[in-house]
């Protein structure tokens, strides 16, 4: 359904994409991942054609996106991150008018745009001026604009943006009641939502595309890694810097918020929190407390844990030299 071969794209010395090949089969959705700058929205755009290639290709239902512009934004929906939405109208209005800029025919646009009405749960705003609604409501005429000429493919640009827990899990809903009849690619921060929405993942870095499999396969990419979490006494900086200076079988550690299963927080601002990731085989564990007991820290607790989607992406993203690329499906 979507193709991308060899996409590459230069702004002026820049280069925002390089060489990016990846597919989406119909009725999949796909999660994109990156950290800032690593050339999701620039694909995105051009996907959408709004944006030319400056070399490569890419296909929407067999339409090339910059050869047949027009047969491709007919067949796609998209959501930038922020949506192209006029306050001044009602959202009914604004999505008639949505509908005819796609090329709805006449006699079909009522019910195309009562559709969309529906599938977004937007029955009661829609002679609501856009101005007067709520973020989550915004968002969601986002989705029903992307939606409303009933396209195969859909490209959500960070569509759980801004939004509070009750409404992410609404969008999340909503984004999975479109799967299977829609082909959908999903750029989102919130990497639990990947887990819980999306059937494939592809995640890129500096334009490049670094690892693309399911979810629990790139999981199990770090599977036979130990992990751990520690709240400890004293500078989790320093405590980072000597388990990876002196542990060679260590290939990740950062700093999180919280531990274990409760999420509990450490009691007092002079404890911290850290992850701890090793390489398959080894059981880094006592040589991880000889380094911090040697150090003068305290240990409070210290969890086994299982490497999550978060640990791949950090461990694919991050670009200090300890990280290694993991087993799997890596381009």
């Known amino acids: 359904m979507i193709e991308v071969e060899h996409l590459s794209k230069i702004y002026g010395s820049n280069l ?7 597919s989406v089969e119909p009725g999949e959705i796909m999660g994109f991942l990156g950290p800032n700058g690593a050339g999701k929205t620039t694909t995105m755009r051009i996907l959408a054609g709004y944006l030319p290639a400056s070399s490569g290709t890419a296909r929407i239902a067999g339409y090339d996106v910059h ?6 934004r007919q067949r796609i929906g998209y959501l930038p991150e922020t949506p192209p939405l006029y306050p001044e109208m009602t959202v009914e209005g604004f999505l008639y008018f949505v509908a005819r800029l796609k090329g709805v025919p006449a006699g079909d646009r009522a019910r195309q745009v009562k559709a969309a009405i529906d599938r977004c749960n937007l029955q009661e705003k829609r002679r609501v001026l856009i101005r007067k609604l709520s973020k989550g409501f915004r968002q969601r005429v986002g989705i029903a604009q ?23 899990i609404e969008v999340r809903n909503l984004i999975k009641s479109l799967a299977g009849s829609h082909t959908i690619i999903l750029s989102t921060h919130i990497l639990p939502e990947v887990s819980m929405t999306c059937n494939r993942v592809t995640i890129i870095n500096r334009g490049q595309v670094v690892a693309t499999n399911t979810p629990d396969n790139l999981e199990a990419s770090l599977a036979g890694g130990t992990g751990y979490e520690l709240e400890i006494s004293g500078d989790a900086t320093a405590a980072k810097e000597q388990l990876l200076q002196l542990l060679p ?7 999180i918020n919280t531990i274990g299963a409760d999420r509990s927080q450490p009691s007092d601002a002079n404890r911290a929190c850290l992850r701890v990731v090793s390489n398959p085989g080894v059981e880094p564990g006592p040589d991880i407390v000889t380094v911090l007991i040697g150090m003068g820290l305290k240990i409070y607790e210290m969890r086994r844990i299982k490497a999550s989607l978060e640990d791949v992406f950090l ?15 890596v381009a």
């Not at 050869?67 to 491709?72: F, G, N, R, T």
């Not at 992307?146 to 992410?168: C, F, K, N, S, Y």
């Not at 079988?249 to 700093?255: A, F, G």
């Open 67 to 72: 050869e047949q512009s027009l047969a491709v």
């Open 16 to 22: 925002g994409i390089q060489d990016l090949t990846f």
């Open 315 to 329: 461990e694919l993203t991050m670009e200090e030299k300890q990280l290694q690329s993991p087993e799997g499906e």
């Open 249 to 255: 079988s260590v290939k990740l550690v950062e700093p």
């Open 146 to 168: 992307a939606i409303v000429h009933d396209p195969p493919a859909i490209v959500l640009d960070e569509p759980t943006v801004g939004l509070d827990p009750r409404q992410i």
